[in-house]
């Protein structure tokens, strides 16, 4: 019988992440994720199949071979949906915590089960930093971007705020789909009612992942999408970020 804590189905990894988390850090991308967000640029990283199956032990001996350049920043793991492979998290990040490695958490919260709080609860015993990706807050709109209802994402913000654990929200700005006003007014009106953010991050849409998909043989569903203008994004921050009170 496998045991599927110990061992964990890793796409890539990033040896000196700068834009996953405070300071320099260690990347651990994950195989597979249940989401089909249309402007995904790792879209090699959906499939669930077993790509490079590394343990605990592998990754972390690999993490203490670049160390030192991570004297700020930690151990980041993203994907795909690391939640997706939430024994082996929960065993990867109590591992980290006792060689005192700072922790973070990239998801989008896809497989999140309010059923299985207890396991949830034990992963962010041990997770100091979250980075939310709320892709949209109109359930249909993000059902017709993602292949899925948002119901979780949302459940996952609410169930952080509980347990008062730092998150960061990320939000991608893309025209015509996750910028109109109305949806960020909404979107910052959800916001407003958590006490644990301790920043927002707005991302711009950029089409660097077509080539991806093109590698794969795959027709990119935005093809048509520019990328946001500064005044875009200058919109989305106003109503996103200004005066927001954060966690302290």
Known sequence: MKDFSQFGNVHSIETLGAFDGPGIRYVLFLQGCPFQCQYCHNR??????????MSVDEILADYQKYSRFYKKGGLTVSGGEPLLQLPFLIELFKEAKLRGIHTCLDTSAACFN???????????????????????????????????????????????DELNVSVIIRHVLVPTITDDKKDLVKLRAFLDTLTNVVNIE????????????KELGLSYPLIHIQEPTEEMIGVAEGILKANYLYKK
């Open 44 to 53: 090699d990283t959906w499939s669930t199949r077993q790509n490079k199956r």
């Open 114 to 160: 309010v059923k299985a709080q207890k396991r949830f609860k034990e992963l962010m015993d041990v997770t100091d930093l979250v980075l939310l990706d709320i892709k949209h807050i109109d359930p249909k709109k993000h059902e017709v971007l993602t292949g899925s209802s948002n119901e979780q994402v949302l459940e996952f913000a609410r169930y952080l």
């Open 202 to 213: 707005i991302l711009p849409y950029h089409t660097k992942g077509i080539m991806k998909w």
